[in-house]
């Protein structure tokens, strides 16, 4: 049983969890929501499931969330930071923008492709839900920016087109790979995940006119 001196305020003013076992306990219920969701969808997907796929009593998930809506915005916000932040540069050394780029959209695949359920439920929610629509547009912004950085870093290392507009080709590229990621996983267009990731790349590559690091310094 969960006592008060396992959970203390949020910023919310709802109870988060404080101690170590009640970050597992809400750890276990985020990954049973995640089973749930995935199995019956999200109208057909039951709090006292939920509870029973995490081992706990149907009572200790409100300790924890409010509602099946929240619990379901904490499954996409975690799917959503691995998707979003890989980290490729930090972990590999690597500075290559077109290695980068390949490992990037690599491990983006990767992860639709083993969350590939999820994002079918989501895609379902946002149709039906504000606020789940607006955490979709927040999830699409968040790539444009990240990558509308990564490209007008590159033009100013004279790596990539100058003429091409940042957000403009962020958007192009990121929905284009995306919505690949989209019909290859979830809809189930044939095609070999290796012939995915080598199109995609290219179309980066071809796009942004971009130049291996190594001929920079032979620019005129």
Do not use: C
Request: charged letters at 25%; glycine letters at 4%; aromatic letters at 8%.
């Amino acid at each position: 049983m969960t006592t008060e001196n396992d959970t203390e305020n949020g910023q919310s003013g709802r109870l988060a969890p404080k101690s170590k076992r009640g970050m597992r306990t809400r750890n276990a219920l985020i990954a049973a929501a995640q089973t749930v969701f995935e199995r019956d969808g999200f109208l057909e997907a039951r709090i006292t499931d939920i509870s029973k796929e995490a081992h706990v009593a149907s009572g200790s998930f409100y300790t924890y969330f409010d509602s099946k809506e929240e619990i379901f915005a904490a499954v996409v916000e975690q799917m959503q930071e691995e998707m979003l932040h890989p980290h490729v540069r930090e972990r590999t050394g690597v500075s290559d923008p077109r290695i980068l780029i390949e490992a990037a959209n690599r491990e983006y695949l990767q992860s639709y492709r083993r969350n590939a359920r999820l994002m079918a439920v989501f895609e379902q929610v946002a149709q039906i839900d504000d606020e789940f629509r607006a955490l979709r547009r927040d999830r699409s912004n968040a790539f444009v920016e990240r990558n509308a950085r990564m490209i007008k870093r590159l033009q100013e290392q004279g790596l990539a087109d100058p003429d091409l507009d940042p957000n403009v080709t962020a958007l192009a590229l990121s929905s284009m790979v995306s919505k690949t990621a989209y019909s290859v996983f979830v809809l189930d267009a044939q095609a070999p995940f290796d012939q995915v990731l080598s199109t995609v790349n290219q179309i980066w590559i071809n796009a942004l006119q971009l130049k291996p690091e190594a001929d920079k310094g032979q620019q005129v």
